[in-house]
């Protein structure tokens, strides 16, 4: 009898991806607090999962070295702007405080999505040592 890892890992890969890119994207908010017309970026993580977990993901491929690479998109997840509570008068849109809270909030679902994956890891080894 065959096992799927994707049935046996479920979802939790896929999570850890997308945690992984969205801390990336808020950092380089972070980074930019002090940049002039600086937007601040952020993905939509519970429909760019669910869009992961329908399987519509589907990646973009080069057939060509003139393509241009679009960078509006990761893992189907659409990058979108942050709207402002306080605009500041240089354009710039990034609230560190708003950052560092969702930095914090999506650091913790990393974490836990990481123990989640570590479980589901160590049922598969108990199951194939026989314990």
Known sequence: ??????????????AMHLQSRRAQMIAQNLANSDTPGYQAKDIDFKAALSTV????HAPLKNTSAGHIQPDGYFMGAEIMYRQPMQPS??????EPQIEMSEFTDN??????????????????LSAIRGE
Do not use: K, P, W
């Open 89 to 94: 008068i240089d354009g710039n849109t990034v």
């Open 53 to 56: 977990q329908a399987g519509m």
């Open 1 to 14: 009898m065959a096992i799927h890892l994707d049935n046996v890992l479920g979802l939790h890969e896929n």
């Open 107 to 124: 650091s913790m679902r990393y974490l836990m999505s990481l123990r989640l994956f570590n479980g589901r890891v160590q049922g598969m």
